[in-house]
């Protein structure tokens, strides 16, 4: 995918928007911390192996997104806002994995 093809925005310093309804996001953080997905039912903790190559994700419908990649933010987030499809946002906070406050509903509605 070039860059008018990508399947979400960034916006602000900590903000991911979601804008494509038939790719979900993998978003990676940090070596070690946990991977995240968002798709048209919300955010939540990334369950399967994440793909090695871009091509391997696009053939299952994924994007990565690396936070700390030049294209995105340029360094890992402690705290990162993901808007998703299902009109929500959530602040994913790492400082908090493991906890029910990892990953939590920012706004209801944010359109």
């Known amino acids: 995918m070039n860059n008018y093809e990508k399947a979400f ?5 900590n903000t991911l928007i979601h804008k494509q309804k038939k790719v979900d996001l993998v978003i990676v953080n940090d070596s070690g911390d946990p991977v995240i997905v968002s798709t048209r039912h919300g955010v939540k ?5 994440v793909p090695s190559s871009k091509a391997e994700a696009k ?5 990565l997104v690396d936070i700390a990649s030049s294209d995105v933010f340029s360094e890992n987030k402690t705290l990162l ?3 998703a499809l299902n009109n929500k946002e ?4 790492y400082s908090k994995v493991g906890t029910d406050l990892f990953i939590r509903i920012h706004q209801e509605n944010y359109i």
Do not use: M, N, P, T
């Not at 903790?45 to 192996?49: D, H, Q, V």
């Not at 959530?90 to 906070?93: A, C, F, G, P, T």
């Open 9 to 13: 925005l960034v916006s602000g310093r």
């Open 45 to 49: 903790i990334f369950e399967e192996e």
């Open 59 to 63: 053939a299952r419908y994924l994007e």
């Open 81 to 83: 806002f993901v808007q």
């Open 90 to 93: 959530y602040k994913v906070d």
